[in-house]
């Protein structure tokens, strides 16, 4: 009899329990899956917050008081790091896929750098402005520009702490997920650079001129 009660309690659990390492109702194939649709929804949210955003900037360029801002040159050298940065990490899921292992290592430090170059290119752009008394209060223009860029960061910066943790797979033994962490992180720099263009060219070439010619109202 006790044979039997120890043989039931070994017994392995069934597909869709707990599996170690697994989580809790989830197979290993699942749970990627679930994180995938995850980051998906994230960005579909994100992206909604940021269009939200462009609407009520596009829609506060009509009021007398708007003075358009001229972009500085920091901005360029920021969006190139970013391009360089969405490259690379595609590239390093690639190698992921094919087991290279000391190129993937390779990549992901050099997109790391660039992610961090971006976020300190971008202060320095803030810091050009600043030092030439453009704040974010007194131009409606101003406070759009900081407040777009900074919620972009705030974006950026999420993405380097999960380029941390996909890099710190890369040195650890078992790396059997380090693919899919690094497909992922790939996916999520691809939108930050989508979606820093679409604010960039925004910011930089939309004026009230061109959104009443747009729209029909002048």
Not at 23 to 50: D, E
Not at 73 to 88: A, D, G, K, P
Not at 174 to 188: S, T, V
């Amino acid at each position: 009899m006790n044979n039997m009660h120890q043989a039931a309690i070994l017994k392995p659990p069934a597909g869709g329990y707990l599996q170690p390492g697994l989580g809790y109702g989830l197979s290993g194939n699942q749970r990627s899956s679930a994180v995938s649709v995850a980051l998906w929804l994230f960005m579909g949210v994100a992206t909604a917050l940021f269009l939200l955003f462009l609407a009520a900037y596009v829609m506060r360029m009509d009021a007398n008081d708007w003075s358009p801002l001229a972009m500085p040159w920091q901005l360029w050298l920021s969006t190139s790091m970013l391009v360089l940065s969405s490259v690379l990490l595609h590239s390093a899921a690639v190698a992921a896929r094919a087991l290279q292992v000391k190129r993937t290592r390779t990549l992901l430090i050099a997109a790391g750098f660039c992610g961090f170059a971006f976020l300190g290119v971008q202060w320095w752009g803030w810091q050009v402005l600043m030092n030439m008394h453009v704040t974010a209060s007194g131009n409606p223009a101003a406070s759009f520009f900081y407040l777009l860029t900074a919620m972009h960061g705030l974006h950026v910066a999420g993405g380097l702490l999960a380029w941390g943790f996909t890099a710190n797979t890369a040195w650890r033994p078992d790396r059997r997920r380090l693919a899919w962490r690094a497909g992922l992180c790939a996916r999520y720099w691809h939108f930050l650079l989508a979606v820093w263009v679409v604010l960039f060219a925004a910011l930089g070439w939309l004026t009230p001129e061109l959104v009443r010619l747009v729209c029909g109202t002048r």
